[in-house]
């Protein structure tokens, strides 16, 4: 077998400190987005409302109403108002892209993440190429492709959908889960155990890392539903909200049927990671299932997501309840992932720190 390279070991730990500056700058640049964004809008609207909200409510063949900061003419209609005159919230468009009130921080922050994923990058394949085997044999090494793979996966989803309002918020649990394996799995570079010398760790793990990654935008994407439909509520009811970043964010409808679409794909891979784990088990252990510890939370959280969807496509279960459905398996992943590895004793133990 051969000998660990712990030159390029060190490489990859400065590359992982690289990527989590770029990371950080990155999450400081959406932050001032979503805020500077919010202030344009606002003062957009005031200005039109100020500008006489009869003039607004006869170019839409409305009748007039009372001016408010919800009143304002962007493109052609009448936004703040329904077709029954009852106050809405205003979000961003259906293309989940706020036309116009984008400002260069939002670019800056893009950049920076594309930076900082092609370092992380680097830091995952020198360590990688250090022990002369697959980055995720471990906890920490599982926690920092997992990583790489949220920050790859947001970008290549800005490919089609102006989701850049998630910057924050992804970039977020991205550091979270590096500040993790630095601090609570720090594990040297080190050659696997007998048991995971199997091209079942590339296909098993592999798949749960982009699982994983896709459960976490849906936990992003349903924290922030929750936070719009609650904004929603509290304007049609004629009251204001204190979070005013959530003015560029898509309508709580439209941050659910994204979100089901994408755990929709993540539940397949689920599946299959699921399906894979048992062969492997078969193939070191002698059997498709033991009840494992880890085995048991594998299947519950599969449980999780597709009473989700099963709630959500026949039984009607959309809107709070289904992000909350959404976020529950999520926290299984993470009890799985954490919980389980370090404090419950099994046959994955080995898979360690």
């Not at 390029?8 to 001032?32: D, G, I, K, P, R």
């Not at 987005?33 to 100020?50: C, G, P, R, W």
């Not at 607004?56 to 009372?66: F, L, N």
């Not at 099963?310 to 954490?338: D, E, P, Q």
Request: a positive charge; one cysteine or more.
């Amino acid at each position: 077998m051969p000998d660990i390279d712990y030159t390029l070991a060190e490489y990859s730990e400065l590359f992982m400190l690289l990527a989590a500056f770029a990371y950080t700058v990155a999450f400081l640049a959406f932050t001032w987005d979503l805020a500077q964004s919010s202030k344009t809008i606002q003062a957009v609207e005031s200005k039109l409302t100020q500008q006489g909200s009869e003039q607004v409510q006869a170019m839409a063949g409305a009748p007039a109403r009372s001016a408010g900061a919800d009143t304002y003419l962007a493109d052609g209609n009448v936004r703040g108002w329904d077709d029954n005159g009852n106050r809405v919230a205003q979000t961003a468009d259906a293309s989940m892209g706020y036309v116009g009130a984008r400002r260069n921080t939002a670019r800056v922050g893009v950049a920076l993440t594309v930076l900082g994923a092609l370092i992380h990058a680097a830091a995952v394949i020198s360590r990688g190429l250090a022990a002369h085997r697959v980055p995720w044999g471990n906890m920490y090494e599982f926690c920092t492709t997992g990583a790489l793979v949220v920050a790859v996966v947001f970008l290549l989803v800005l490919l089609r959908r102006d989701l850049r309002f998630l910057g924050t918020f992804v970039l977020g649990l991205v550091l979270v889960m590096m500040m993790v394996a630095t601090i609570g799995f720090p594990t040297p570079v080190a050659h696997l155990i007998p048991a995971l010398q199997s091209y079942w760790l590339i296909i098993h793990v592999s798949v749960a890392v982009i699982a994983s990654a896709l459960f976490t935008l849906t936990f992003a994407m349903s924290v922030l539903q929750l936070l719009q439909a609650d904004r929603e509520t509290k304007i049609r009811a004629g009251g204001t909200s204190k979070l005013g970043f959530l003015r560029i964010v898509p309508s709580a409808q439209s941050l659910e049927n994204f979100a089901y679409r994408i755990n929709a794909v993540a539940f397949v891979l689920w599946t299959f990671t699921l399906m894979a784990g048992s062969v492997w088990a078969e193939q070191a252990w002698g059997r498709y299932w033991g009840w494992d510890t880890k085995e048991v939370w594998t299947f519950v959280i599969w449980v999780v997501y597709a009473g989700y969807l099963h709630a959500r496509a026949t039984r009607g279960w959309t809107g709070t309840r289904a992000a909350w459905l959404s976020i529950v398996g999520y926290l299984c992943v993470i009890f799985n992932f954490t919980i389980v590895n370090v404090f419950f004793a099994g046959l994955h133990s080995y898979s360690g720190v």
